[in-house]
C-alpha cells in the first residue's frame, strides 16, 4: 500500500472496523455489487466525500460474530446489507419499516458518521459491523440498491398493474431490473437508451417489449401520451419535458437516477396532471418482500463477477455504460 494515492482511484487500504457491539452482527464480506454511487462517492461527485472512501453498499457476508443481544442472526448465516446500516429505530418512519428515511437519518453504509465517530466504510473490503435488524438470509449483491430502488417505488405508485405501460429509461444496474420486475408485474415495458448495442439483449433476454434509442425523435414522437408510468435511471440531465410528454394523462414519472439538476416546463406537468416523484432505495420490510419476489419469480440481476483487483476498470466501465448489467466484486476470493 502506497502513501500516495490519487482522488478517485482506488488502492489497497488497511483500516480497523469499530467493536461488536451489543445489538450489532459482524459480517465476513463474500461479494459487493458496484452501484453508480460508487462513481459518485469515489469521485466526490457531490463534493462532501470524506476520504479515504471504501465503496460498496450491495454486500453480502456470513456473520462472524453478533453482539449479545442479536437473536435474529447467528454466526455463518449468509445476510444482505444495502446503502444503509442503521436507524433510530424508534420514529414514525421506523415503526413502518421505512428505515431510510429516519428522522434522524439513517446510517448510510458509505460516507455516514457510525456511533463511534469514525466514517463508515463500504463493502469493497473484508468485513463491516452492522445492526441487527432482519436481514434477507439469502441474496444477490445487486438486488440490496439496484433492486430494491426500483422496486420500492415501483410498488408504491402501483405499477404492478397488468396491462399499464412501464417506460424505462436507461438500461443499467437500476434499469434491467426494473424491466425485469415490469415483466413479472404483466406490464408492457418499453426501454429508452443511448445504447443501441443494447437492443437484442434488452428485448430477448430481459423480456423488454418495445428497445428506443432516445436520440431517435421520430420513434420518441411516435410514443407521446402512450406510457402510464416512466422510471428515470439515468445520471446524465436529459429532457424531462420529453419524457413527460411521454405520459398518458394523469402518468408518473418517478426519478430514481440523480442527474445533476431537474428542469422542466411547468406545462409538462400541468397540462395532463402529470406527477414526478422521486425515490431512494428502501425500507427494510420491502427489501424482504422485494427478495421473496425475486425467489418467487425467478428475478436475478444479470452480473459480470470481478476480483477486487478490477475495481478501477470496473468503475472506469460503468462510467461508460459497459457493463451487462452489475458488476459484482467477489470478495471471498480475490480478497484474502
Ligand atoms: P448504471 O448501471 O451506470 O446505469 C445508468 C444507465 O444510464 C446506463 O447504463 C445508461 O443506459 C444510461 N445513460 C444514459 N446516458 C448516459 C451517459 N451519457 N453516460 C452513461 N450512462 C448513460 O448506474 P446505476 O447503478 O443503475 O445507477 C443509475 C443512477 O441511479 C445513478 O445516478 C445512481 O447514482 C442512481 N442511484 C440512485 C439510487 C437511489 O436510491 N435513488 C440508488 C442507486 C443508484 P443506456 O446505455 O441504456 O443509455
Ligand atoms: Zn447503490
Known sequence: MGNQRRVGVLSPYTFTRRDVGEDDVSLRITHCGVCHADVVYTRNKLGDSIYPVVP????????????????????????????????????????????????????????????????????????IVVHEDEFPSASAAPLLCAGITVYSPMVRHK?????????VVGLGGLGHLAVKFGKAFGLNVIVFSTSISKKEEALN?????????SSDEQEMTGMVKSLDFIIGTVSPNHSFDLYLSLLKTAGT???????????????????????ISGSATGGMKETQEMLDFCAAHKIHPNIEVVPIQYANEAL??????????????????SLK
Not at 75 to 92: H, I, K, N
Not at 159 to 167: E, F, H, T, V
Not at 205 to 213: N, P, Q, R, T
Not at 253 to 275: A, D, W
Open 205 to 213: 433476454l430481459l423480456g423488454a417489449d418495445k428497445f428506443i434509442v
Open 253 to 275: 414519472f418517478v426519478l430514481v437516477g440523480c442527474p445533476n439538476e431537474v428542469k422542466l416546463n411547468p406545462l409538462s406537468i400541468l397540462v395532463g396532471m402529470k406527477t
Open 56 to 127: 460498496g453498499h450491495e454486500i453480502v457476508g456470513i456473520v462472524k460474530e453478533v453482539g449479545s443481544h442479536v437473536h435474529g442472526f447467528k454466526v455463518g448465516d449468509r445476510v444482505g446489507v444495502g446503502a444503509y446500516l442503521d436507524s433510530c429505530r424508534e420514529c414514525e418512519y421506523c415503526n413502518e419499516r421505512l428505515e431510510v428515511f429516519c428522522s434522524k437519518g439513517a446510517l448510510y453504509t458509505i460516507n455516514g458518521v457510525d456511533v463511534d465517530g469514525s466514517v463508515t466504510k463500504g463493502g469493497y473490503s473484508s468485513f
Open 316 to 333: 472506469e466501465r460503468l462510467i461508460k455504460s459497459d457493463v451487462k448489467y452489475r458488476f459484482v466484486v467477489d470478495i471471498e476470493n
Open 159 to 167: 405499477m404492478n398493474q397488468p396491462g399499464k405501460s412501464l417506460g
